[in-house]
């Protein structure tokens, strides 16, 4: 397994959570990384993502300002840190390498994915 998330559970709104995604050192030190996620019923869709360096990042609207994403590449892991969760965030979250050193906000420009962890939060 290449990568591997982690961290998910249940939550009342307004609670917070702390995904973490580990990666194999050989996809990880020059790869964007993002999180992506699924509810039942509806596409894959971005939440965040930043380059291979960290300095750089990108948020959904839906999650900017609640949502902070980081990385730790001597430790080659990547957080995302959810806070003011709504029910709304339900789904299942997906870590994943992008194709490029960059940014992507769009599933084809990764080429990585690990399994998802559930995120359930009640109102």
């Known amino acids: 397994v290449q990568l591997q998330a982690s961290g998910g559970g249940s939550v009342q709104a307004g609670g917070s959570l702390r995904l973490s995604c580990a990666a194999s050192?050989?996809?990880?030190?020059?790869?964007?990384m993002g999180w992506f996620r699924q509810a039942p019923g509806k596409e894959r869709e971005f939440v965040a993502a930043l380059n291979w360096r960290g300095a750089d990042t990108y948020y959904a609207n839906s999650v900017r300002g609640r949502f902070t994403i980081s990385r730790d590449n001597a430790k080659n892991t990547v957080a995302l840190q959810m806070n003011s969760l709504k029910p709304e965030d339900t789904a299942v979250y997906y870590c994943a390498a992008a194709r490029s050193s960059g940014i992507s906000t769009s599933t084809s420009g990764y080429a990585y994915w690990g399994r998802g962890t559930q995120v359930t939060v009640s109102s």
């Open positions: 050192r050989r996809m990880f030190t020059n790869n964007g």
